[in-house]
């Protein structure tokens, strides 16, 4: 049985699988009735909108039905019975699981004790491979992956977007800039991996440093909670807010990424640029989870 | 004889009849071993243990014998976490009848505890902790959090 718990455990060939299958799905050339019959289950115990509803509108599209429990069903249904328990007895009622759950880890446990597939649709901070796939799924759109110069700009402490990416982009030879503000510095931890991996990881005070080396921009959301007060967020988020006037001179084919819902690191002006993929980047997602789905069910 | 030669080294245990002797141990890592191989207090095994023994070969080390317990293979390899050193020797009849030293397992399950507190494997579920262990230490099979070092201090 195949399970999507983490890019790390995709590998490269995988990875090349789904995104060539999105981009057919893309086209139009794919079967809208290759799921009829197939019921999905969307089991979350965290509330996500976003990701439950593109899974849904994936699994329609596949001509799929789907079984929706948000986070407070989910928790009320699980009360005092443990996740595996939960997993095996939905497990009964469906084709495949998605699952979203607060706990690291919680979708690799899922994989052990469901008989259908599990994908991971994000497990507390740790993977959330549908997000990572539709990265570089619109990185790929504009350009090929291999050797690009990628910068990451925002939390990457935290930001477990940001640590799937460089994990799948590490597998193509990108050299990775980061620009965070202090303490949301990526892991140390996950900076020797990379660099071990064979990735150069190049550490930048501010955005101007390194702009006009950059194929893709990927930007993260620098959350308020990190800080003490209102005043100090605003300090450090006004000065990593990206600008029309920071973007020029960019590489011609150079664009902006944000895995959304953003704030104020994206100033709006910028979504009228020609290198603004944020929305086509979140749009994507039916067409790579609709490739997953097909991945894991046929 | 063996009976000599450690009663010429001064060593307070005496020689057992039947059991194993895990020898080489890291110096001061006897009582962990003890615990990865699951003896604790209320285990019945007769054991002698002697720590910081002067040896030839790693300088200082400790020392476990237990009496009348045979441990196999997959029991002790999981000590060389700690002591990777260490030689597991079989006694029969007073006499080393099987000497071997002690090969890394590919994983961990069931002795460390993850360090992260929001991994799954912290929680009430029906598993055991597991790490898969990689050059660069033993990382979660869960969460993917990697310890790379002092290990004893995650045993469980
Ligand atoms: N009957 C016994 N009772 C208790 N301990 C024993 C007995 N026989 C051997 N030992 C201990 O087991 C270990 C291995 O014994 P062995 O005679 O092989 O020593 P060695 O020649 O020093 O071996 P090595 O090369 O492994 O150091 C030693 O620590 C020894 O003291
Ligand atoms: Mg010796
Ligand atoms: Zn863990």
Same mark, same amino acid.
């Given at each position: 049985?195949?399970?999507?718990?983490?890019?790390?455990?995709?590998?490269?060939?995988?990875?090349?699988?789904?995104?060539?299958? #999105?981009?057919?799905?893309?086209?139009?050339?794919?079967?809208?009735?290759?799921?009829?019959?197939?019921?999905?289950?969307?089991?979350?115990?965290?509330?996500?909108?976003?990701?439950?509803? @593109?899974?849904?509108?994936?699994?329609?599209?596949?001509?799929? $039905?789907?079984?929706?429990?948000?986070?407070?069903?989910? @928790?009320?249904?699980?009360?005092?019975?443990?996740?595996?328990?939960?997993?095996?007895?939905?497990?009964?009622?469906?084709?495949?699981?998605?699952?979203?759950?607060?706990?690291?880890?919680?979708?690799?446990?899922?994989?052990?004790?469901?008989?259908?597939?599990?994908? $991971? #649709?994000?497990?507390?901070?740790?993977?959330?491979?549908?997000?990572?796939?539709?990265?570089?799924?619109?990185?790929?759109?504009?350009?090929?992956?291999?050797?690009?110069?990628?910068? /990451?700009?925002?939390?990457?402490?935290?930001?477990?977007?940001?640590?799937?990416?460089?994990? #799948?982009? @590490?597998?193509? $030879?990108? %050299?990775?800039?980061?620009?965070?503000?202090?303490?949301?510095?990526?892991?140390?931890? /996950?900076?020797?991996?990379?660099?071990?991996?064979? %990735?150069?990881?190049?550490?930048?005070?501010?955005? #101007?440093?390194?702009?006009?080396?950059?194929?893709?921009?990927?930007?993260?959301?620098?959350?308020?909670?990190?800080?003490?007060?209102?005043? @100090?967020?605003?300090?450090?988020?006004?000065?990593?807010?990206?600008?029309?006037?920071?973007?020029?001179?960019?590489? $011609?084919?150079?664009?902006?990424?944000?895995?959304?819902? &953003?704030?104020?690191?994206?100033?709006?002006?910028?979504?009228? /640029?020609?290198?603004? &993929?944020?929305?086509?980047?979140?749009?994507?997602?039916?067409?790579? &989870?609709?490739?997953?789905?097909?991945?894991?069910?046929? | 004889?063996?009976?000599?030669?450690?009663?010429?080294?001064?060593?307070?245990?005496?020689?057992?009849?039947?059991?194993?002797?895990?020898?080489?141990?890291?110096?001061?890592?006897?009582?962990?071993?003890?615990? !990865?191989?699951?003896?604790?207090?209320?285990?019945?095994?007769?054991?002698?243990?002697?720590?910081?023994?002067?040896?030839?070969?790693?300088?200082?080390?400790?020392? +476990?014998?237990?009496?009348?317990?045979?441990?196999?293979?997959?029991?002790?390899?999981?000590?060389?976490?700690?002591?990777?050193?260490?030689?597991?020797?079989?006694?029969?009849?007073?006499?080393?009848?099987?000497?071997?030293?002690?090969?890394?397992?590919?994983?961990? +399950?069931? !002795?460390?505890?993850?360090?992260?507190?929001?991994?799954?494997?912290?929680?009430?579920?029906?598993?055991?902790?597991?790490?898969?262990?990689?050059?660069?230490?033993?990382?979660?099979?869960?969460?993917?959090?990697?310890?790379?070092?002092?290990?004893?201090?995650?045993?469980?």
């Amino acid at each position: 049985m195949r399970h999507i718990i983490s890019i790390r455990d995709l590998g490269k060939e995988e990875i090349g699988r789904i995104l060539d299958e #999105a981009a057919a799905i893309q086209s139009r050339s794919y079967d809208p009735s290759a799921l009829k019959g197939k019921l999905l289950g969307l089991l979350f115990f965290e509330p996500s909108t976003r990701t439950r509803m @593109s899974f849904a509108a994936a699994m329609a599209r596949l001509g799929g $039905n789907f079984l929706s429990m948000d986070s407070v069903e989910a @928790s009320s249904m699980a009360k005092g019975e443990t996740l595996a328990d939960t997993i095996r007895v939905v497990s009964g009622y469906v084709d495949a699981i998605v699952l979203r759950h607060p706990k690291e880890g919680a979708a690799r446990l899922a994989s052990e004790f469901a008989t259908v597939p599990v994908i $991971n #649709a994000g497990d507390g901070a740790g993977q959330h491979p549908s997000q990572t796939l539709l990265d570089l799924f619109t990185i790929r759109q504009s350009m090929p992956l291999e050797g690009i110069h990628v910068g /990451l700009l925002g939390d990457l402490r935290y930001g477990r977007t940001a640590h799937s990416l460089t994990h #799948a982009l @590490s597998l193509y $030879n990108v %050299t990775i800039h980061t620009i965070t503000p202090k303490g949301l510095e990526l892991p140390a931890g /996950l900076a020797t991996e990379l660099r071990d991996a064979g %990735t150069e990881v190049i550490e930048h005070g501010d955005i #101007a440093s390194c702009i006009r080396d950059l194929d893709v921009l990927y930007v993260t959301r620098i959350q308020r909670e990190r800080f003490p007060d209102a005043a @100090s967020y605003f300090k450090v988020a006004s000065s990593y807010r990206v600008t029309p006037e920071l973007l020029t001179g960019t590489k $011609n084919n150079f664009i902006v990424l944000h895995p959304l819902p &953003r704030l104020d690191e994206i100033d709006p002006r910028v979504d009228e /640029l020609p290198c603004a &993929r944020y929305f086509e980047q979140s749009a994507n997602g039916i067409a790579v &989870r609709m490739a997953m789905l097909l991945r894991v069910m046929t | 004889m063996t009976r000599e030669k450690d009663a010429r080294a001064g060593l307070l245990i005496s020689p057992i009849e039947n059991g194993t002797v895990i020898d080489h141990i890291t110096a001061g890592e006897a009582l962990n071993v003890l615990r !990865i191989i699951g003896i604790t207090g209320t285990t019945h095994e007769s054991i002698s243990v002697a720590t910081n023994v002067e040896s030839k070969k790693i300088g200082t080390k400790d020392i +476990v014998k237990i009496k009348n317990r045979e441990l196999r293979k997959e029991e002790v390899d999981r000590i060389a976490l700690i002591a990777p050193k260490a030689s597991i020797n079989i006694i029969r009849n007073y006499k080393v009848w099987d000497k071997k030293g002690v090969e890394i397992p590919d994983r961990v +399950v069931g !002795i460390v505890r993850c360090p992260n507190p929001g991994c799954i494997s912290n929680t009430n579920e029906p598993i055991q902790s597991c790490f898969l262990v990689q050059k660069k230490g033993l990382r979660c099979l869960y969460c993917d959090w990697l310890i790379t070092k002092d290990i004893t201090s995650h045993i469980m």
